[in-house]
């Protein structure tokens, strides 16, 4: 894994450090020289060692080519990007957007491809997920792979093998930019409960504790449903005490598939209003990955897909088209004249459709003038 990451993020230059939350914005030229420098085996230049040293407190010397992996530049335009590892869970929680959870995927010779091609396309931040993907066989592999590859690696997940020390030293000498863990609840009869796993809870908590004890850079993400409401002030006082930032989470979504399963989960007291949807890079800067390396706009609008393995970087080209035509107000909320204050994207209000939900879970125009 390299110290430092010069990278191109849009129309920025960057000096990134893996496993910080912090970074440097440099000026093209700098960026240039680096590039020079790399590829004729120059020496880390005086300007970036004193910047580094004054960010990270880093000594920064020597052959730049040996402390900073300088990214090559993409006429992609895609800097994140989120892969979706295995679909596999150990939990079997009733409010999940994925519907059926299958162990499957491809081989590990080919995530690493993906992981190319997701390098040669310009992901500077990579989301790993699932499913879980710390129970992926090869999560190790990938996750190294893509932080030698000059990625800056987010990972969701719901902490229940944290605690292993496999996965711990990993994490700890690799370290992640972020690590965002749902919670369920606060005590184990309702976590457990509400993940439908005797044990969960014990093993959130211990994977929780080992996180905090070893300084990993963890979000949480209360989920609230009808099950576990009543211990949200408990779930959010969970993330207090160990310092960590938290966001809650009650609007359920149906499957990727328009099931309904989620749905009546949601604790109706608890639904949020959400805010008008404005845009999103979507399909334009970012993508999603499925656990077969077919790619999306998003998790959300999944059709159609392209064949990463089969297409390679250059079928990322039909990828914005593909995203524009998904935003079009069509079915269901074609001719609306008050679509700008509309607080849904197409791709969800298809799904919603699909699921047959009532109107007003995902339009506030319940009406439908």
Not at 360 to 367: F, G, I
Request: net charge positive.
């Amino acid at each position: 894994m390299p110290r430092l990451i010069a990278a191109p993020f849009l129309n920025d230059r960057l000096v990134l450090r893996p496993g910080s939350s912090s970074g440097l914005k440099i000026p093209p030229l700098k960026y240039a020289e680096l590039q020079h420098l790399s590829e004729h085996g120059g020496n880390v230049p005086e300007w970036l060692s004193v910047a580094v040293q004054k960010q990270w407190a880093l000594a920064l010397a020597g052959p730049l080519r040996d402390v900073v992996l300088v990214r090559d530049p993409s006429p992609y335009g895609y800097v994140r990007a989120s892969y979706e590892i295995n679909k596999g869970c150990d939990y079997d929680c009733p409010h999940c957007f994925l519907g059926q959870k299958k162990f499957e995927g491809i081989t590990a010779q080919q995530k690493l491809r993906l992981l190319e091609i997701m390098r040669d396309a310009g992901v500077v931040w990579l989301q790993i997920t699932g499913g879980e993907p710390l129970i992926d066989r090869h999560f190790p592999l990938v996750y190294q792979s893509a932080q030698d590859l000059g990625m800056m690696v987010a990972i969701s997940s719901n902490g229940s093998q944290l605690h292993k020390p496999a996965i711990l030293d990993l994490l700890t000498r690799h370290r992640p930019y972020r690590l965002t863990l749902s919670v369920y609840g606060a005590t184990a009869e309702t976590y457990d409960g509400f993940t439908r796993n005797r044990g969960a809870f014990e093993r959130f908590s211990r994977g929780l504790a080992a996180a905090q004890n070893n300084g990993l850079p963890v979000r949480l993400n209360v989920i609230v449903g009808e099950h576990n409401a009543h211990e949200l002030e408990e779930m959010k006082a969970l993330a207090q005490r160990h310092g960590f930032p938290h966001q809650v989470y009650t609007n359920m979504s149906p499957t990727i598939d328009g099931g309904a399963e989620p749905l009546p989960t949601q604790a109706e007291d608890y639904l949020r209003k959400r805010s008008p949807f404005a845009g999103c890079n979507a399909g334009h800067t970012f993508f999603h990955a499925d656990p077969f390396a077919k790619v999306s706009i998003c998790k959300v609008g999944r059709d159609p897909q392209i064949d990463l393995l089969t297409e390679g970087v250059e079928g990322l080209r039909r990828l914005g088209g593909i995203a524009d035509s998904l935003q079009l107000r069509t079915g269901g909320c074609s001719g609306c004249q008050l679509s700008s204050t509309c607080w849904t994207c197409r791709p969800l209000a298809k799904l919603y459709q699909e699921a047959k939900a009532p109107r007003r879970t995902y339009c506030q125009h319940p009406d439908g003038r």
